[in-house]
């Protein structure tokens, strides 16, 4: 098993950048297909964006494709979320979550291990 962690979170304003980034102190991290995901209040946690750890395949929600970002860096153990252009509707709780199939699912079922999420505030 692992144990993701976020960090990078924070406010900033419409139309600017924030990077989170997701790590693990496990070095089998790099064998597990990570996705963001994130829950804004009142409303379900969503899909983000994802990376599978074979072949590096990336799959992001329609809401965010062309401006965020994900990469993956196994030297480092840590797996980065470039946000860009983002809108006061990016404003949500993002989680890091770890699957172990190579495939980046949109379910929640597919991820085994979740970290504890970090904040994203973008105000207008």
């Known amino acids: 098993q692992v144990h993701p962690v976020e960090s990078g979170g924070g406010l900033v304003q419409a139309g600017g950048s924030l990077e989170l980034s997701c790590t693990a102190s496990e070095r089998t991290f790099s064998t597990y297909t990570v996705g963001w995901f994130r829950q804004a209040p009142g409303k379900a946690r969503e899909f983000v964006i994802g990376?599978?750890?074979?072949?590096?395949?990336?799959r992001s929600a329609d809401s965010v494709e062309g401006r965020f970002i994900i990469s993956r860096d196994n030297a480092k153990n840590t797996v980065d979320l470039q946000m860009n252009s983002l809108l006061p509707e990016d404003t949500a709780v993002y989680f890091c979550?770890?699957?172990?199939?190579?495939?980046?699912?949109?379910?929640?079922?597919?991820?085994?291990?979740w970290g504890q999420g970090t904040q994203v505030t973008v105000s207008s």
């Open positions: 979550a770890a699957g172990r199939r190579n495939n980046v699912f949109t379910s929640e079922e597919w991820y085994d291990f």
């Open positions: 990376i599978s750890w074979i072949d590096g395949r990336r």
